[in-house]
Nanobody
């Protein structure tokens, strides 16, 4: 499985962005897709995750109500809609894929990572 993330950019506080994560290869072997972010000088932080088959979703408390994860199975793409963005959302955002049954909030559950896409929120 390979992942390609896109959609980052510069936005003002209160604005919106949509990130995309497109998967190729044997995607059924990695049915859980998550987004993580990493700000300078910090560790990788869980943002949200979704399972391909059951459509279960998981959110970090810091983004609940502002971010929405969704997927389009036909396009092998997972989306992250980010609304009401805050300066503290500034980070490099990574999508990752994991086998079924592992803990979706834990980075070590994921063994396939896409390249990051930078999101910058100005105040």
């Amino acid at each position: 499985v390979q992942l390609q993330a896109s959609g980052g950019g510069l936005v003002q506080a209160g604005g919106s962005l949509r990130l995309s994560c497109t998967a190729s290869g044997r995607t059924f072997t990695r049915p859980t897709v998550g987004w993580f972010r990493q700000a300078p000088g910090t560790g990788r932080e869980f943002v949200t995750a979704i399972t391909w088959a059951s459509d279960s979703t998981y959110y970090a408390d810091s983004v609940k109500g502002r971010f929405t994860i969704s997927r389009d199975n036909a396009k092998n793409t997972v989306y992250l809609q980010m609304n009401s963005l805050k300066p503290e959302d500034t980070a490099v955002y990574y999508c990752a894929a994991a086998p079924q049954g592992l803990l979706p909030r834990i980075p070590s559950s994921y063994d396939v990572w896409g390249q990051g896409t930078l999101v910058t929120v100005s105040s």
